[in-house]
């Protein structure tokens, strides 16, 4: 398998213009997470799903950014409009969990490396 | 929510062993992490510890766990250039069943110098 596929790598743009990130996960991983990764914040969570389906978007910081899971195979993040402090470095990762003997691993992806000017 | 803490930089000479400290709050982590980070990359998992263990041995690497203190470190030994990264702790949060849902510490960054 080639790994956790994210895109675009890098990304700049204007403030105010709409944002999508693309990640495609490991084939038979259960769930997705999207984290972000700047210098003062750390990694933080925004958003994960099990089988397709959100299950904690707690993380997500306003109701500019969306995510969706049309598929196993594919997942998007959205930021509309975006702000110059969105700028980060955005990470999905993949995981069976821990289920059935599994140690719950995240696999990452490279990242997105967004710049809002 | 938890809060899992490290320092942020540790500088070790070539050859010499590292051990980067973690401080984690949740006693309930059935797992704990540690994840390595190069430059422009995502992370990867290095080592894992499951709760019931005091201690994991691998190659380079040791985990020592401490629950009572809620406190991880990694030690490894003979550290090269090769190992000058980004490293993270991480816990698994409760109460969210077999989801790998995890809260990473805030990094150190090992700089190996020769």
């Known amino acids: 398998d080639a790994g956790v596929i994210q895109s675009p790598r890098h990304e700049v743009t204007e403030m105010g213009q709409e944002v999508t990130l693309r990640c495609k996960p490991i084939?038979?991983?259960?769930?997705l997470f999207w984290y972000r990764q700047t210098m003062m914040r750390g990694l933080e969570l925004l958003i994960y799903f099990n089988n397709n389906v959100p299950i904690d978007d707690s993380g997500m910081p306003e109701d500019r950014f969306s995510a969706k899971m049309p598929n196993a195979s594919f997942s998007t993040l959205k930021i509309q409009p975006s702000e110059p402090r969105d700028s980060a470095v955005y990470f999905c990762?993949?995981?069976?969990?821990?289920?059935?003997?599994?140690?719950?691993?995240?696999?990452f992806g490279e990242g997105s490396r967004l710049t809002v000017l | 929510g938890e809060d899992v803490e490290q320092s942020l930089f540790l500088s070790v000479r070539e050859g010499d062993s590292s051990v980067i400290n973690c401080t984690y709050t949740d006693s309930s982590s059935t797992y704990l992490y540690w994840y390595k980070q190069e430059p422009g990359a995502g992370l990867q998992l290095l080592t894992y510890i499951f709760s019931n263990m005091d201690m994991k041995q691998d190659q380079r690497l040791t985990v020592l766990l401490n629950k009572k203190d809620k406190h991880l470190s990694l030690r490894i030994a003979d550290t090269q250039t090769g190992d000058s990264a980004i490293y993270f702790c991480a816990e698994s949060a409760p109460d969210t069943g077999t989801a790998s849902k995890l809260t990473f510490g805030t990094g150190t960054r090992l700089q190996v110098t020769l």
């Open positions: 990762a993949s995981s069976h969990g821990t289920g059935r003997g599994n140690t719950g691993e995240l696999f």
């Open positions: 084939s038979g991983h259960d769930y």
